[in-house]
């Protein structure tokens, strides 16, 4: 082999060396690009996935507090209007008991509350009140009931109102008193869901 053929395969065996070299290296820094690639990818898939579970709580969140503000306006509608609807209900009520109270039967429902608490008094000494309205059966009573009745200056309505002083108790049978307790206590019952 002469020189120019050694330096040739030298300069060959060299370069072949120096390529091998050269693609290790870039093989090598390629595979460490991979690597940063793909931890990066990863990161990013999580952070989306974070993003996206924060998201999703959020908008749960949202939408539980739209629907519990709409839930509390319709309950405050719904309160505004059994209001207005017990109102009427009563004031219907009330022009019942004016129509009632021009009726025999109430002059005989008066009169079996006085004979009741006459009995419940037995014998103690007792006022029995009357409405100011209701002046007009006081004769009428008195005679009925052999008892003598007293015309409240204050305005209950109607029905009648007694006081036994011996033991301090008052028999409240006015329709001012009767009224109130059922207004008090009236409330809407109705189908599924409502109160």
């Known amino acids: 082999m002469t020189l120019d053929e050694k330096i ?4 060959a065996a060299s370069m072949a060396e120096a390529r091998a070299e050269g693609n290790s290296i870039i093989d090598s820094y390629r595979d460490a690009l991979e690597k940063v690639f793909q931890e990066h ?3 990013m898939i999580q952070q989306s996935e ?9 908008t749960r969140q949202q939408l539980s507090q739209a629907a519990a503000k709409a839930q509390l306006e319709l309950k405050r509608q719904y309160g505004k209007v059994a209001q207005e ?3 009427q209900v009563f004031e219907e009520a009330n022009v019942l008991v004016r129509e009632y109270m021009k009726t ?4 005989d429902f008066m009169a079996a509350c006085i004979r009741k608490a006459l009995a419940f008094a037995n014998g103690e000494p007792v006022t029995i009140y009357i409405n100011p309205t209701d002046v007009s059966h006081k004769d009428a009573l008195e005679a009925e009931t052999g008892t003598s009745l007293t015309v409240s200056k204050e305005d209950f309505v109607g029905g009648i109102r007694c006081v036994i002083r011996g033991r301090n108790v008052l028999i409240d049978n006015s ?3 009767q009224l109130r307790n059922e207004y008090d206590n009236f409330m809407f019952r109705g189908g ?3 109160v």
């Open 192 to 194: 599924e869901g409502i």
């Open 175 to 177: 329709f001012k008193t």
């Open 85 to 87: 609807l017990k109102d």
């Open 50 to 58: 974070l993003r996206i579970r924060s998201e999703k709580i959020n």
């Open 8 to 11: 040739a395969h030298l300069q």
């Open 104 to 107: 025999d039967e109430y002059i």
């Open 41 to 43: 990818k990863e990161e």
